[in-house]
């Protein structure tokens, strides 16, 4: 049976930012995105995994059509983001972000209700009782009650604040999720609880889900498959489950490695990542992450290398474990 065909279809996307170029500087390119290629079906769950600088976020916000990416394309059910018309009012319907800072996401003027509700009144739907009902469903089914409804953010904690940011990215009955770092910005006990009512509302509803995150811990809780990425390229994806018990890039094990685990007498093993990520304005050449490999020889250094399947779906771009696999098949 061949597999469904993709909601939301991301091919070569790339995305450049131009910095510096003042009075006491030259100008220089960042490649935040490279070369990004990505598939989510309906109703599954796709974790985008990555330390801070890995350019995780602005790939949420091409997958978003907020950001032209500067090469390649976005596709949702068919149509290029950012199509003017008809296509761009359906996906802006279809497709709701959360943000990673619920301080900073919702209008600090408005009160709740009217934060959940703006949605409907900008789509004009439903009549206004109906919209007033639904803003009730939408907070009940994020843990907040009617008392909530004309509070302001500021008189709320920040995990209510973010089920207020949920609730209105619910409000449409969209296809598509993308959160990108929804719980990071709160405490570590709320961190638990929101993602707990994410993975609850996204099975309940169906609903397709892009979940940025740098903790691969999340991974296992929430993932149909993960794709993680390192200095702007996708460097390993695949199911979650293959994909966290037989890693194939030495840097999806170094973020294993980096889970924490109960047994405080656990050690990082021997490979653990070396060093910080490099700028994006001077990447290094050949694999983005051989300074920091454990596993690097001479070809990492000078050549890029091309994704290698190791399973159905699971496919990761290293030269070590590509010449591994050879040599078994061998």
Not at 107 to 120: C, K
Request: one cysteine or more; a neutral charge; aromatic letters at 4%.
């Amino acid at each position: 049976m061949s597999a469904a065909p993709a909601l939301l279809e991301a091919r070569g996307v790339t995305r450049d930012f131009r910095v510096g170029g003042g009075l006491l500087g030259r100008s220089a390119t960042l490649r935040a995105v490279d070369d990004v290629d990505l598939d989510v079906r309906a109703g599954e769950v796709l974790t985008v995994v990555g330390e801070s600088g890995s350019g995780k976020t602005t790939l949420g916000r091409c997958l978003l059509g907020l950001m032209r990416p500067t090469a390649g394309t976005v596709r949702f059910d068919g149509d290029e983001v950012g199509t003017a018309g008809r296509a761009r009012t359906t996906f802006r319907r279809r497709v709701q972000p959360i943000f990673q800072n619920p301080y900073s996401s919702l209008d600090p003027r408005w009160p709740v209700a009217r934060t959940v509700r703006e949605p409907l009144d900008a789509f004009g739907i439903g009549t206004r009782p109906e919209r007033d009902r639904r803003v009730g469903e939408l907070l009940e089914s994020v843990g907040l009650s009617q008392r909530h409804a004309e509070a302001r953010p500021h008189e709320l904690s920040g995990g209510q604040r973010q089920r207020v940011a949920i609730a209105a990215a619910l409000a449409l009955g969209p296809d598509l999720i993308v959160a990108d770092e929804p719980v990071s910005a709160l405490d570590v006990l709320v961190q638990a609880q929101i993602l707990n009512l994410i993975c609850d509302l996204q099975r309940e509803l169906g609903v397709a889900l892009v979940f940025i995150t740098h903790d691969l811990a999340v991974v296992e809780h929430i993932a149909d498959r993960v794709a993680v990425m390192y200095l702007g390229r996708i460097v390993e994806s695949g199911p979650a489950a293959e994909v966290l018990t037989r890693p194939r890039h030495p840097y999806t094990r170094t973020l294993i490695d980096a889970i924490p685990q109960p047994d405080p007498r656990r050690r990082l093993e021997a490979g653990a990542v070396r060093g910080e990520i490099p700028s994006p304005l001077e990447p290094p050449t050949g694999c983005h992450f051989h300074p920091r490999c454990p596993l690097a020889i001479d070809v990492c250094r000078k050549d890029a290398p091309a994704m290698t399947e190791f399973g159905p779906g699971h496919v990761a771009s290293c030269h070590v474990t590509a010449a591994e696999l050879r040599t078994r098949g061998a």
